[in-house]
């Protein structure tokens, strides 16, 4: 993780103008990758303008040629309730108004359908005037070129339809004939029988792909350009299948009233063709070498619309939930509107639906390069992510950026308590632009219908389509809306914090836009000029990258610690309120050599985590539960602001220690927002710290650190609603048991940890009384 850290750069805090530039520019480097607000993205107005190659070639949803013929037949409707009122008056008139258009006519017509095929009763007028003709010579003019057009059209159509049939017959035959008189490929004679089948039995799953496709080209050639189809239209190249993005399997209904929300205008988005390999998959040795590519693309376009109608929707679908944090989906309408993509859920399955809109200090595109970045993704996410990986990276985008790109992915999410064990997912992530300033990122599990994934860990949690629509703003920033829609074993989760997962708190979206606007709000603060307080010495730019990249490594270790991810854990005792592990520290990667103990307990507090959170960072009250601070008091000597909120920040902290430990500081880290909190302390070397201020870098620097997760303690109200009655507060410790020849831990480091943690929590309960 050191490794994609917030490493030096040679770029300098001088030539960097705003905050949102300073967060650009450290999510384009090789660094950690990288106020709520109500908002609604405005309503989008036209699906079927959202992909111009879906439009050009009929492939799914409305398309324009079908919008021409309602039209027309819309004005013959005018026309006709016209004729009704005074038949024998029109019927003279038509007789009489025959008319041949001159040369200079048609040559201004035909440029004015060029601009407007549609033309209103207004510019028909107008038209007509400057043309010496009737505005109804004009009307009728126009609906014969739409129509005229339009045959034109579905004939060529046809004649690229026949030209594939023929080249599809041809292969089809040439392959029977192939299959009749196998050939060995090592000695050239006939091949023996026993050598056929395997070949035979994939000559004739593509001869039956190939036959779908040219029945679904067919429906589509019959219906032309409809939007009726079940699965994936796809037009067979020489060597790839061309799959055009956007194409609409929305199998509910859909009512435009409803939207509120994203505002894609009347822009059309930059369309595109996504080129997917037909053969088998050979980069992943992972993945069935027989699995089709194009099924993934199908279920991610699937999963696209969905989320993009999700975010359009808003009552009853949504409904907002009464301590205005967001927004729950409402089951029972849902799924009235949509079925799902992936199946049905499992009967031991609980489902999680919210909606949550924020500003963040990012621009879209910078945003998208980080997500589809797995290093990048973890990291700035440290809290949400436990071990992430990518298997397979289908397609890598267009246009230089992440336009199309589409990759299969698996990765633990967790919540940072022994009592909630990682929720384990397989599934494809999909990024496409809409628009100019739009841009999509979709996740939904591929568990259900790719069994080719081998030596993985069973799966406990599904996404559902899932992920965020972002927006440029003119300032910079960036409109996030995130739908984070899930299925999750509850059975594996501690009955402490099932209200927190029905109530979406837990692992909701307002959980991941407050995790990603403190993230973008540190990348600014450690980009700024201004000085951090306690010594009055300022620190260079080098220095605040190189200690909040310390801190982030902190974050990772104390997470990885709690969860049980990443590392190779060993169980070594487990009781109803404490777990502890073990595992080998390697000495490199900022991690100590020898057996590594981590102790954890989660335990309930009768405060709330706001009131939890400042006990716990009062110095006076430190002396309560820090061996450290028996002595005295802390003393805080550098104060680094993460945010422009209080209880985000880096600090470096001094000790009233014996003389012979005087050379250790206590560096801690803090990070608060409206769900949870985080303290995170460890002790190091006063020399390597003050190397790490100087600008070096901290990737090789060992640190074991402990600290508290706070998370509110909800009880039930009101469907997934729930009341604050106090906080969970988890404990965690990691200390180095013994020297690195030593395979085990004695039971002295194992009954002193277990003291550590014990009198910790006790120490905390008697302030609380006592503050």
Known sequence: ?????????????????????????????????????????????????????????????????????????????????????NTSENRSSKRKKYHRHSASQIQELETSFKENPHPDEKQRSELGERL?????????????????????????????????NDKLRVENVSEKEAMKSPICNKCGGPAILGEVPVKKHHLLIENARLKDELNRLGLLAKKFMGKTLNSIPSVVGNSSLDIVVGRNNFSGSFDPALSSGLDFGNRVSNGFPVGLSSGPVTSLTNVDASFDKSLLLELALAAMDELIKLAQLDSPVWFKNLEGSG?????????????????????????????????????????????????????????????????????????????????????????????????????????????????????????????????????????????????????????????????????????????????????????????????????????????????????????????????????????????????????????DDTRILMRKGNGIFGEPLGVILSATTTVWMPISPHGLLAFLEKEKARSYWDVLSQDGPMKQILHIPKSPDLGNSISLLCANVPIGHSNMLILQDTYTDSIGSVI??????????????????????????????????????????????????????QILANSPTIAMPGTESVDAVKSLITRTVRGIKSGLLRC
């Open 1 to 85: 993780m050191a490794a994609n850290g917030l490493c030096s750069s040679k770029t300098t805090t001088g030539s960097i103008s705003s905050p949102v530039q300073m967060v650009n520019t450290i999510f384009s480097q090789p660094m950690c990758s990288s106020s709520p607000i109500s908002l609604a993205l405005p309503k989008m107005e036209n699906l079927g303008d959202m992909n111009l190659t879906r439009q050009r070639y009929g492939l799914g949803g409305r398309t324009r040629d079908d919008e021409l013929e309602n039209r027309s037949k819309n004005d013959n409707l005018e026309a006709a309730s016209g004729d009704d009122q």
């Open 132 to 164: 010496g003709l009737d505005i109804r010579q004009i009307k009728f003019w126009f609906q014969n070129r739409r129509t005229q057009m339009k045959t034109q059209l579905e004939h060529h159509e046809n004649l690229l339809l026949k030209e594939e």
């Open 327 to 575: 927004e729950s989906l409402n089951f029972e309408e849902y799924k009235k509107t949509f079925s799902s993509c992936i199946g049905l859920k499992p009967g031991h399955f609980v489902s999680d639906g919210t909606r949550y809109t924020g500003v963040v200090m990012i621009e879209s595109v910078t945003l998208m390069e980080t997500l589809m970045n797995v290093d990048r993704w973890t990291q700035i996410f440290p809290w949400n992510i436990g071990k992430a990986s990518t298997f397979d990276v289908i397609s890598n985008g267009m246009g230089g950026n992440k336009n199309g790109a589409l990759q299969l992915m698996q990765a633990e999410f967790q919540v940072l308590s022994p009592m909630v064990p990682v929720h384990q997912a397989k599934f494809v992530r999909f990024c496409k632009q809409h628009a100019e300033d739009i841009w999509v990122v979709v996740d939904v599990s591929v568990d259900t219908i790719f069994d080719g994934l081998r030596g993985t860990t069973s799966i406990n949690c599904r996404r559902l389509p899932s992920g965020c629509i972002v927006q440029d703003m003119s300032n910079g920033y960036s409109k996030v809306s995130w739908i984070e829609h899930i299925e999750y074993d509850e059975n594996v989760v501690h009955q402490i914090y099932r209200p927190l997962f029905r109530s979406g708190m837990a692992s909701g979206a307002k959980r991941w836009v407050a995790n990603l606007q403190k993230q973008c709000e540190l990348y600014s603060a450690i980009m700024s000029s201004i000085p951090s307080v306690g010594d009055n010495s300022e620190i260079p730019p080098s220095g605040k990258k190189s200690i909040a990249k310390l801190a982030q490594q902190m974050t990772r270790s104390f997470s990885t610690s709690i969860c049980a991810t990443i590392h190779k854990w060993e169980m070594l005792q487990i009781t």
């Open 680 to 733: 995170i302390h460890a002790s190091i070397d006063t020399a390597k710290i003050n190397a790490v201020l100087n600008g070096e870098d901290s990737a090789n620097v060992a640190i074991l650190p402990s600290g508290f997760v706070i998370m509110p303690d909800c009880f039930p109200h009101s469907g997934t609603e729930c009341r604050v009655r106090g906080s969970l507060l988890t404990v965690g410790f």
